[in-house]
């Protein structure tokens, strides 16, 4: 069955637009309640969202949903999606429910949704759920005495602040460091700079002042020009980036310089290994990974192993292989150990770690490899199959061909949007472009053509 509502990354889309309208949000609700009833006791769910406008009208429409599929809904307001996930195993819901679009603008939204061990929903659980959507909406409605209730739950800011800080050794204090963070104007902007604060490190926040409209406005991990510019102006330490939801992390050091997840990846491998915390023999990222990672990991007698784009990928291979260490080059840091998710503070938290007990610049510390020059690209394309034509096949072989051990080619469809991303990577830049802008032709003559 083709998936029509969820992508990669739960639902997602443009608010007031299909599917991100009250109405399907509502059905989501009852479908999802109606699954995850299970048994005779009191079925419970918590929803948590970030800083968009359109929160306050999805949040209502799944609490609709949900109370009329017979679950009580309790509401935790703007926390990241990772408390979400810790919350509902801590309150031992059956389920648990995240409004957000992570880093996209404030016109967009979506709906994530974790099962009761935190873990985000499986393909299978998803169609479900959509199958159910489709349906004849009537069969699903508890009945009327069994109808949920819902009440805001207080405290959980202060909750995930603990659990959050617990993650840090005890012997490492932020004690002398000038952290600046940027909240991106979201989920975060409350509990991150609390957290630091109260680990002892002086804390400068940026995107911490949220209105409905600015989350991830020139902020936050897809705009770290910002805190770059802060970083330099204060004199900090390092810089730490969150996005929208605060599920993803970048680092900027003391010089201004972006450190993306692949660095970080690096960090916490080559520290975790050396106390013998690093479980799986390597870590697990996505294929979009730098090839420079994968030579430092090898070099340290560690392996990647590569998953498809989606930080629920990397988890499913995390958990299915014994890993505990796995994330995406964006910034989705996955830390079994202590979250089911990718979690944006506690992944700082560990590079602050790395940070104060090595007592060297972050700079030094973030700097693990070289990176091999790698090209992105976009192809947008307005329907069809145009990885399945014979000449783009042929110029992808070819690639592959010219490439041989020196490089990588990946290229593939948006979970999320209609574009076929290309990327390659290698040790001779000049080559690179030249193959992408190829296969970039190629597929723009079919889109064309067609």
């Known amino acids: 069955m083709s998936r029509q509502y969820f992508g990669t990354d739960g639902i997602r889309g443009k608010s007031n637009t299909f599917p991100m309208t009250p109405d399907v949000a509502m059905r989501v609700g009852l479908a999802a309640g109606k699954l995850f009833r299970r048994g005779d006791h009191r079925h419970r769910v918590v929803i948590g969202k970030d800083t968009r406008l359109s929160g306050y009208m999805l949040e209502n429409a799944l609490v609709a949903g949900f109370t009329a599929s017979g679950m009580d809904v309790f509401l935790l307001g703007p926390i990241p999606t990772p408390a979400v996930a810790m919350l509902t195993r801590s309150l031992r819901s059956d389920i648990g429910v995240m409004i957000s679009a992570s880093h996209n603008p404030y016109v967009d939204n979506g709906i994530k949704l974790f099962g009761p061990d935190g873990f985000k929903l499986s393909d299978e659980i998803e169609i479900q759920i959509e199958r159910l959507i489709e349906a004849d909406m009537s069969r699903l409605l508890a009945k009327s005495e069994s109808i949920g209730r819902a009440k805001r739950i207080d405290g959980v800011?202060?909750?995930?602040?603990?659990?959050?800080?617990?993650?840090?050794?005890?012997?490492?204090?932020?004690?002398?460091?000038?952290?600046?963070?940027?909240?991106?104007?979201?989920?975060?902007?409350?509990?991150?700079?609390?957290a630091l604060w109260e680990l002892g490190a002086e804390v400068i926040t940026l995107g911490n002042e949220p209105n409905g409209h600015n989350?991830?406005?020139?902020?936050?991990?897809?705009?770290?020009?910002?805190?770059?510019?802060?970083?330099?102006?204060?004199?900090?330490?390092?810089?730490?980036?969150?996005?929208?939801?605060?599920?993803?992390?970048?680092?900027?050091?003391?010089?201004?310089?972006?450190?993306?997840?692949?660095?970080?990846?690096?960090?916490?491998?080559?520290?975790?290994s050396?106390?013998?915390?690093?479980?799986?023999g390597g870590i697990v990222a996505t294929v979009m990974s730098n090839l420079g990672l994968e030579r430092f990991l090898t070099d340290h007698d560690l392996q990647l192993a590569r998953t498809k784009v989606g930080d629920r990928y990397v988890v499913e291979h995390m958990r299915a292989n014994g890993f505990n260490v796995g994330g995406e080059q964006s910034g989705h840091i996955v830390l079994s150990d202590f979250a089911t998710t990718g979690d944006g503070l506690v992944a700082a938290l560990q590079i602050l770690a790395c940070v104060k007990r090595m007592d060297r610049p972050v700079s030094e510390v973030c700097r693990r490899f070289e990176p091999v020059p790698q090209l992105l690209k976009n192809v947008r394309i307005s329907g069809g199959k145009p990885l399945e034509n014979k000449h783009v096949q042929q110029a992808i072989r070819s690639a592959e061909e010219e490439l041989a051990e020196?490089?990588?080619?990946?290229?593939?469809?948006?979970?999320?949007?209609?574009?076929?991303?290309?990327?390659?990577?290698?040790d001779d830049k000049d080559m690179i472009e030249r193959i992408v802008d190829q296969i970039v032709d190629v597929i723009s003559g079919v889109r064309s053509a067609a």
């Open 157 to 194: 800011h202060d909750r995930y602040i603990e659990f959050a800080k617990r993650t840090m050794p005890r012997d490492v204090s932020l004690s002398g460091l000038r952290v600046a963070i940027d909240c991106a104007n979201g989920a975060a902007y409350k509990v991150a700079p609390a």
């Open 215 to 272: 989350i991830n406005l020139d902020c936050g991990s897809t705009h770290p020009v910002a805190l770059a510019k802060k970083v330099h102006e204060v004199r900090a330490d390092i810089g730490i980036a969150l996005d929208g939801d605060a599920d993803r992390v970048l680092i900027v050091d003391e010089k201004g310089a972006v450190v993306d997840g692949d660095q970080l990846m690096a960090v916490i491998a080559e520290s975790w």
């Open 274 to 280: 050396g106390d013998s915390r690093l479980s799986g």
């Open 406 to 426: 020196s490089g990588r080619l990946v290229i593939r469809p948006s979970g999320t949007e209609p574009l076929i991303r290309v990327m390659a990577e290698g």
